[in-house]
């Protein structure tokens, strides 16, 4: 990587829905090659973060910088294309098409592909391929996206998003609503593409996966930042422990 700086830097983000200010003037930094948690209770405005970073709604104020590059007046598909990803807190497969099927998608100019018009080429369908196999579901290619467990939906979801080649992938709550036999798998996936280079920025209730998986931990509370670090100063703060933890 050439440029300088953080992979993400948020300043001064702020997002108002009439009265309610859901982030309020949020400043957060996601450093290449981490694996950086976002934690906080519910309502404290993560997704909200998630949504003014990916574009999907406009921030009120504030900038969003990606990879050196401003980029909170783009739209979300362009964000996409410089190689910002993300998962949902709710899968959003077509449970009626194979696996295979949506992990090919998404094309990179923000559309999606309709399985008729716009062929699927042998290196991309290899790609697909090659991609199901790193998330451990190579077996389930030619089937129905409906009929896997939801941890597995989870997968394709990331093996779709991982077909863009993005540099950071935001993963909202990866292991909520997940089959504690597939947590594992999980984990260990996103450890594996982190190595691979690969930059994360993760909400995730499960305290003890995100204590054990992500460095650092930044901890929200009311639209902002209260407390950010390390694993072990976090699981210690007093701070969080009271907003949060120990709720
Ligand atoms: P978290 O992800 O931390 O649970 P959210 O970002 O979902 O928090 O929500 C933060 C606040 O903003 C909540 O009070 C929520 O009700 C409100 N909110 C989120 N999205 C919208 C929306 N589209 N319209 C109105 N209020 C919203």
């Known amino acids: 990587d050439a440029e300088p700086g953080p992979l993400l830097t948020v300043r001064g983000v702020t997002k108002r829905f009439g009265g309610l200010t859901a982030v309020d003037g949020a400043d957060l930094t996601v450093e290449r090659g981490s694996i950086t948690a976002l934690i906080g209770p519910n309502g404290s405005g993560k997704t909200t973060l998630f949504n003014l970073i990916t574009g999907t709604m406009?921030?009120?104020?504030?900038?969003?910088?990606?990879?050196?590059?401003?980029i909170d007046a783009l739209p979300p598909w362009s964000r996409a294309h410089l190689g910002l990803g993300r998962t949902f807190q709710v899968t959003r497969l077509f449970r009626d098409m194979t696996v295979l099927q949506n992990v090919v998608a998404p094309l990179p100019d923000g559309r999606l592909r309709t399985m008729f018009a716009d062929a699927v080429s042998g290196?991309?369908?290899?790609?697909?391929?090659?991609?199901?196999?790193?998330?451990?579901?190579?077996?389930?290619?030619?089937?129905?996206?409906?009929?896997?467990?939801?941890?597995?939906?989870?997968?394709?979801?990331?093996?779709?998003?991982?077909?863009?080649?993005?540099?950071?992938?935001?993963?909202?709550?990866?292991?909520?609503?997940?089959?504690p036999s597939l947590l594992g798998r999980i984990t260990e996936v996103i450890r594996e593409l982190n190595r691979a280079g690969v930059t994360f920025l993760v909400v995730e209730h499960n305290i003890p996966m995100v204590l054990d998986l992500c460095d650092p931990v930044h901890v929200f509370a009311r639209g902002r930042p209260i407390a950010s670090g390390p694993p072990e100063a976090i699981r210690a703060d007093p701070v969080v422990l009271d907003a949060y933890l120990g709720e």
Request: charged share 20%; no cysteine; net charge negative.
């Open 58 to 70: 406009p921030v009120d104020a504030g900038t969003v910088t990606f990879a050196g590059r401003r």
């Open 123 to 179: 290196a991309e369908a290899a790609r697909a391929r090659d991609l199901l196999g790193i998330v451990g579901l190579a077996d389930f290619a030619a089937q129905q996206a409906g009929a896997l467990s939801y941890g597995q939906q989870k997968l394709v979801e990331l093996a779709q998003v991982l077909m863009l080649e993005p540099r950071l992938i935001l993963l909202d709550e990866p292991a909520g609503g997940v089959n």
